[in-house]
């Protein structure tokens, strides 16, 4: 297995995606002018945030990043999720994790595996009255008992091995994680099969924030992730005109209809994203100036948590497991 390859199948599925796309277009004279815009100071040094993380716990802190991860979606469901004060979906959930493992320590595998809907329901501070938010809370349930249960039967119960099976190679443990059914990020776009692995390359990234780059944090081909393919990046990419989408698929998101999962414009603006970035670091690279796809999303991404990219019009919501 050489490294980096999964991932370049996911650069070329996006781009072959983006040949026969029919609901968005990436605006491509306006790449180097946009790319050339961009504050590149920013791409450097991610931090995952201390208050709403479990960190510096050595691998209790690595127990914390997999389970988190492996619930790190419901974008299509946040706008019904009940946040805490001054929190976005995501942090709500990191925070209540977080909370859960200052208070009762790391959920062990056999606990995950025994996960029930309520339990997720009380770990995360929801209602059972509110009907979408429960069904995501299954969801949540379902992930966190394939979790416990995949530790249990392939790595003796233990996140370290889990992680120690990869040898340091992002590729590898996006392949490990990929066993298991909701981390099987891979979508039928016609007869292309398009794989994006948002959330298992994220894993691998938030690892090696959350560990410092070394020992089990350390993987050694990070710089050849994609980037973790959601609904803000392509936001933001849109708003600022890199995108150009298709006035009725543009119309439908601006009232913020559901957009369904595994339907082609879902799939097209997931591989739009991955194929802008892609060029956008191209065209970086060629004024001489290192860049990666993840420095590039993490700056995108910060970039669409400025209040301008969320009044100036809503992203696409889709109720998936994928982001």
């Not at 249990?152 to 990929?178: I, K, M, Q, T, W």
Request: glycine letters at 8%; charged letters at 25%.
């Amino acid at each position: 297995m050489n490294p980096g390859c999964l991932f370049d199948e996911i650069r070329s599925a996006s781009r072959r995606v983006m040949r026969e796309a029919r609901y968005l277009a990436i605006v491509t004279d306006r790449v180097r002018d946009y790319a050339l815009s961009l504050p590149l100071e920013q791409a450097g040094s991610p931090q995952l945030d201390k208050s709403s993380h479990f960190l510096n716990q050595g691998e209790a802190t690595l127990a914390y990043i997999i389970t988190l991860d492996a619930i790190n979606f419901g974008s299509g469901y946040f706008p019904r999720l009940e946040k805490r004060p001054g929190m976005s979906g995501y942090f709500t959930v990191a925070a209540s994790l977080n909370d859960h493992f200052r208070a009762s320590g790391p959920l062990s595998p056999e606990a995950l595996a025994g996960l029930t809907t309520r339990d997720c329901v009380e770990i995360f501070g929801q209602s059972e009255s509110n009907q979408p938010i429960v069904e995501l809370m299954s969801l949540f349930a379902r992930s966190l008992n394939d979790l416990g249960q995949y530790l249990l039967a392939e790595f003796g119960g233990r996140f370290a091995a889990l992680v120690a099976a990869a040898d340091h190679s992002a590729e590898r443990l996006v392949r490990l994680l990929a066993r298991m059914p909701l981390f099987n990020d891979v979508q039928q776009y016609g007869e292309l099969t398009v794989p994006f692995f948002k959330r298992a390359q994220l894993t691998a990234a938030d690892l090696s924030l959350a560990m410092g780059g070394e020992g089990l944090g350390r993987f050694d081909d990070l710089d050849r992730m994609t980037i973790f393919a959601d609904n803000l990046v392509p936001h933001v990419l849109r708003i600022d005109g890199l995108l150009r989408y298709d006035d009725l698929l543009a119309e439908r998101i601006d009232r913020e209809e559901l957009i369904p999962r595994d339907s082609p414009e879902e799939i097209e603006i997931r591989a739009a994203a991955v194929e802008a970035v892609e060029c956008l670091a191209e065209a970086i690279r060629e004024t001489g100036r290192p860049i990666t796809s993840g420095g590039l999303d993490y700056l995108l991404w910060n970039r669409g948590q400025q209040p301008y990219y969320k009044q100036i019009k809503p992203r696409h919501r889709t109720r998936t497991t994928n982001y």
